[in-house]
């Protein structure tokens, strides 16, 4: 008998964050103030974030970041998670390949959110913040925050765009059970939202009038700070948890993986399980495949443009150096809700740059088929995100079949689907579709920008 997973003693949980800024040779272009397009520095971000945050997401000199001692020990609750080798899928696919997966769907909240939430809450508790606040879409982000505000006795208000607010009831019974306020964003509680609502009463909401809500309420409230669960650096180094257990995981398995693969939204667990390994290729010549892969209908690393454009719809943000579909991009309704975001963090942007990593898109239906593929082999019920980096990693497992050649392929399951059965449903019932994107599409929108 063969063994499938691979374990860790809580002890060996590692005790840094890598920070990859600090070994790319081509470092991230700085982020620019949009009115006077001067470098921000971190002070510049202290209004809106925990100060040790601002710190973590402009460090581009320390390459090991202590983890607190007290984020180790909630990590404890879930991690380590574990690295399994997927066996039945290989033999599904009658592949000479050896997946293997690190399941991040174990913890509590149900994807690798949580390992910047309870990082993020601890260094606002750190600083003396009572309050802080976020917004959420689908709501994985918001569910994973609410629990860890309330480890750490943290007030949060999350801005929850209305018609998932009113679509999607079970993220939002999840975060309230945690004890957050949720709240159907636009809301009467802003300016912003007041300002929406008196114009336009039945207005749905959108993840750009969330953030803004979100923002204000942070900037106009003492000790109160925002967060933010993905695209920003810090989120990314918090996540290289998952890669460093990976790491060491796979050593105890005796292999190293020649391909490594995430999903990609905006970039956090894939920089969370790739990063640990890609620091081998920059710093000792090995020469493993990192793989992102995201929709096709929102295909920021395969078909966007390198440039400064704002993090969010609404232009509240500084400018980033980012692969963009533009800001002002209006993805189409696809099931995998954490993916659909314009563009892509500054480190992930420079990497793809420098050829350092690979993208691939993957088209709604196709992501589907290898969830519920994975799903009828390894048991588990992925979420419509991770379905992406397993469709992934079959193509490269059946790849290596046509070449005749063993590839050890890793890839991260970032979430468990529990919350999303009504999208497999959907899918079983034939009623998803793909959405094509042309290039004239995409380019329009990019002129938009310039304007
Ligand atoms: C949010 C989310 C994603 C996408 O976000 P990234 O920052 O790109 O990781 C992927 N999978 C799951 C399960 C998520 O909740």
């Known amino acids: 008998m063969s063994t499938k997973k691979f374990l860790l003693e809580e002890n060996e949980i590692p005790t840094s964050w890598y920070n990859i800024q600090a070994d790319m040779i081509n470092k991230p272009l700085p982020i620019l103030n949009p009115g006077t397009k001067e470098q921000l520095k971190a002070e510049d971000l202290y209004p809106i974030f925990a100060e040790a945050l601002c710190q973590q997401e402009l460090n581009q000199t320390d390459p090991w970041i202590e983890i607190p001692e007290r984020v180790r020990d909630l990590y404890k609750i879930y991690r380590p998670t574990p690295l399994v080798r997927a066996y039945e899928l290989e033999k599904a696919l009658d592949t000479p390949a050896h997946i293997y997966f690190k399941n991040e769907g174990v913890s509590p909240a149900g994807s690798h959110k949580l390992n910047s939430a309870i990082a993020q809450a601890y260094y606002c508790k750190e600083q003396g913040v009572t309050n802080i606040t976020?917004?959420?879409?689908?709501?994985q982000w918001g569910s994973a925050l609410s629990f860890a505000a309330k480890v750490f006795g943290l007030e949060l208000a999350v801005y929850m765009v209305k018609v998932s607010y009113e679509q999607k009831p079970y993220r939002r019974m999840m975060m309230q059970t945690y004890g957050a306020q949720v709240i159907a964003s636009p809301s009467m509680s802003t300016k912003a939202g007041r300002k929406i609502l008196t114009e336009n009463p039945?207005?749905?909401?959108?993840?750009?009038?969330?953030?803004?809500?979100?923002?204000?309420?942070a900037i106009s409230t003492p000790n109160c700070k925002y967060t933010l669960g993905s695209v920003l650096n810090h989120v990314s180094l918090h996540q290289t948890i998952i890669g460093l257990e990976a790491e060491k995981q796979m050593e105890k398995a005796g292999e190293y993986p020649d391909i490594v693969i995430g999903c990609f939204g905006g970039g956090s667990n894939f920089s969370g399980i790739s990063f640990p390994f890609l620091r081998h290729n920059l710093l000792h010549g090995t020469k493993t495949?990192?793989?992102?892969?995201?929709?096709?209908?929102?295909?920021?690393?395969?078909?966007?443009?390198?440039?400064?454009?704002?993090?969010d719809e609404a232009g509240y943000t500084p400018l980033l150096p980012m692969y963009t579909l533009g800001h002002n991009f209006a993805p189409a309704n696809i099931h995998a809700g954490g993916l659909r975001y314009h563009g892509a963090g500054t480190i992930i942007s420079q990497l793809k740059k420098d050829n350092l990593i690979e993208a691939v898109d993957i088209k709604q239906l196709d992501?589907?088929?290898?969830?519920?593929?994975?799903?009828?082999?390894?048991?588990i019920i992925p979420?419509?995100?991770?379905?992406?980096?397993?469709?992934?990693?079959?193509?490269?497992?059946?790849?290596?079949?046509?070449?005749?050649t063993q590839k050890t392929i890793l890839f991260n399951l970032s979430g468990n689907g529990f919350i999303d059965l009504p999208s497999y449903d959907k899918y079983l019932s034939g009623d998803l579709q793909n959405y094509a994107l042309t290039d004239a599409d995409i380019q329009k929108n990019l002129d938009a920008l310039d304007k």
């Not at 929709?295 to 454009?309: A, H, I, M, N, V």
Request: glycine letters at 12%.
């Open 383 to 404: 979420a419509p995100e991770s379905c992406h980096a397993i469709a992934a990693a079959i193509n490269e497992a059946k790849q290596a079949k046509i070449e005749g």
């Open 289 to 311: 495949r990192m793989i992102a892969a995201e929709p096709s209908s929102c295909p920021k690393l395969t078909r966007g443009q390198f440039r400064y454009d704002f993090g």
């Open 134 to 139: 976020t917004e959420t879409g689908a709501g």
């Open 202 to 217: 039945n207005y749905p909401g959108s993840l750009g009038c969330a953030i803004s809500e979100a923002i204000e309420l």
């Open 367 to 379: 992501s589907f088929e290898a969830g519920v593929l994975f799903s009828r082999t390894e048991g």
